[in-house]
């Protein structure tokens, strides 16, 4: 991986993040006032999920086969990483926001609706009762779909430890006593008879090297599967189910969160967790090449 062009890939991304949140918020006093257009408004969500699409497809770019960097990218703090999901937020998230966006308890009220159990919910953002069965069953669907990717990667790390590594542990063991006890005889060091150990095409370290090099692809897969189940789901809410003004509350509200995430961790952890983002090196990086790092090479 371009450890360079996958920070400034971030760093533009959140530029965008930052520039995108004044637009919606603008965007959203406007519509209040009612001084924007449904259009408008359409048109400015259309932007941001371009936005969203464009990092996705960027860093898809960058990382290639490695999805190990953006399950814990470096150029996060601790508390950013603690969060992620196979490199982003979870899908369902977008949809815990939006009950929170719309109101105190919403989400509580709606299995009950849903279900019959209760009377309609009533938000802030003037949610419908067709809009709420189709959140609904937005959510259920995320979450589904969540758990069948979380599965997959809990099979993913068992598999790493279980079949590709341990065996090649125990070889490497055995080798390395096997030339030790050799070695004394002749007079070979430990370096010589690590050496011996992983000599030629066929050493030990090259199975090591195989296996990992499919971890790293096979994480990257269930990152672009993520990644595209965040999309999916982001687009039904915000061009599907939700009118243009709250789509564009929404979208607001979720750049906010991130935002407001990334601040918070950053003064409470220092400088030290953001080295590779404020850096002199990254900063000329930043400068040169942050307008194009995110593009398709």
């Known amino acids: 991986m371009d450890m360079e062009r996958s920070v400034a890939c971030y760093r533009q991304w959140i530029a965008d993040q930052e520039a995108g949140l004044a637009e919606l918020e603008a965007a959203s006093a406007k519509a209040a006032a009612g001084r924007a257009t449904d259009a408008e408004l359409r048109a400015l969500v259309a932007r941001c999920m371009q936005g969203y699409q464009d990092y996705v497809t960027g860093r898809r770019a960058v990382a290639r086969d490695d999805g190990t960097a953006f399950v814990a990218p470096p150029w996060c703090t601790a508390f950013e990483r603690s969060m992620l999901w196979l490199g982003g937020c979870r899908p369902s998230l977008a949809i815990r926001l939006l009950y929170n966006v719309s109101g105190e308890g919403l989400e509580e009220q709606v299995e009950e609706f849903v279900d019959g159990?209760?009377?309609?919910?009533?938000?802030?953002?003037?949610?419908?009762?067709?809009?709420?069965?189709?959140?609904?069953?937005?959510?259920?669907?995320?979450?589904?779909?969540?758990?069948?990717?979380?599965?997959?990667?809990?099979?993913?790390?068992?598999?790493?430890?279980?079949?590709?590594?341990?065996?090649?542990?125990?070889?490497?063991?055995?080798?390395?006593?096997?030339?030790?006890?050799?070695?004394?005889?002749?007079?070979?060091?430990?370096?010589?008879?690590?050496?011996?150990?992983?000599?030629?095409?066929?050493?030990?370290?090259a199975e090591v090297d195989a296996a990992l090099s499919s971890y790293r692809a096979v994480l990257a897969q269930l990152v672009a599967e993520a990644d595209d189940l965040r999309m999916a789901t982001a687009r039904a809410l915000a061009t599907e189910i939700l009118t243009p003004r709250q789509a564009v509350e929404m979208l607001a509200a979720g750049k906010q969160l991130h935002l407001s995430v990334r601040e918070w961790s950053r003064r409470t952890e220092g400088a030290g967790a953001q080295q590779q983002l404020n850096g002199p090196r990254a900063a000329v990086t930043a400068n040169s090449t942050s307008s194009s790092a995110c593009r398709n090479q």
């Not at 969540?146 to 993913?156: K, Q, V, Y």
């Open 117 to 205: 159990r209760g009377p309609l919910p009533r938000g802030s953002m003037g949610i419908t009762p067709r809009q709420i069965v189709l959140i609904n069953d937005l959510h259920r669907r995320a979450l589904h779909q969540e758990d069948a990717l979380s599965n997959r990667l809990a099979t993913l790390h068992e598999d790493i430890a279980d079949r590709p590594l341990l065996p090649i542990v125990r070889q490497r063991a055995a080798a390395t006593a096997q030339l030790r006890a050799v070695g004394e005889g002749g007079g070979c060091d430990d370096r010589e008879v690590g050496r011996l150990v992983v000599a030629g095409p066929g050493g030990v370290d």
